[in-house]
């Protein structure tokens, strides 16, 4: 089985990701976060990891590649891991084209998309403090902003179930735990 994650930044993705180990178990599950690709050439660059900075390897790459790019280069994994019988995650699809560039490869895919109230989101940006949240001058222009820099409300529009993030953390476990089990 396979999961596409999507969702505004700071909006509990990583949260379904630690429910589909707790539920299929740690060692059955491998998880590809399609940014960890952009860190990656960043860092292959010997650039700053900013957001900045991945968002313009991420719009050279498109512009090279194609807008599914992301989905692409991960597409060899998956379909390894997933002859394997292993579940994979597949977190922060930010494209619809990368949505669709899986979807046509992949049949057994279950995409979730999770929303939180910006507030929120706003809090867990600056409690986890990874190292492009560091950069984050204005997080709430931010948050805004990436409404209009990814195609989320398209990405939203594709999912099979959406997740509200701003549920007491419990409330959100069971209904990811309902999602993974109604498919």
Do not use: H
Not at 54 to 77: F, H, S, T, Y
Request: charge should be positive; glycine fraction near 6%; proline fraction near 2%.
């Amino acid at each position: 089985m396979i999961y596409m994650v999507s969702g505004p930044i700071a909006s509990g993705k990583g949260e379904v990701t630690n429910v589909i180990r707790n539920v299929y178990g740690s060692s059955n599950v491998s998880v590809f976060v399609l940014s960890d690709l952009l860190r990656a050439e960043a860092k292959r660059r010997n650039l700053d990891v900013t957001r900045e900075n991945l968002k313009i390897i991420g719009d050279e790459w498109r512009k090279q590649m194609g807008a599914g790019v992301l989905g692409k280069k991960i597409i060899p994994l998956v379909s390894k891991l997933s002859q394997q019988n292993r579940i994979v995650v597949i977190d922060s699809v930010r494209l619809c084209a990368e949505a669709d560039v899986m979807r046509n490869v992949f049949t057994s895919i279950l995409f979730l998309f999770v929303e939180a109230d910006e507030q929120i989101r706003a809090q867990r940006v600056l409690l986890r403090a990874r190292s492009d949240d560091k950069t984050i001058i204005d997080i709430p222009q931010v948050l805004r902003q990436e409404w209009r820099d990814f195609e989320l409300l398209g990405l939203r529009q594709m999912a099979d179930v959406i997740i509200d993030g701003s549920l007491p953390l419990a409330k959100m476990q069971q209904k990811i735990e309902d999602a993974l089990f109604a498919k």
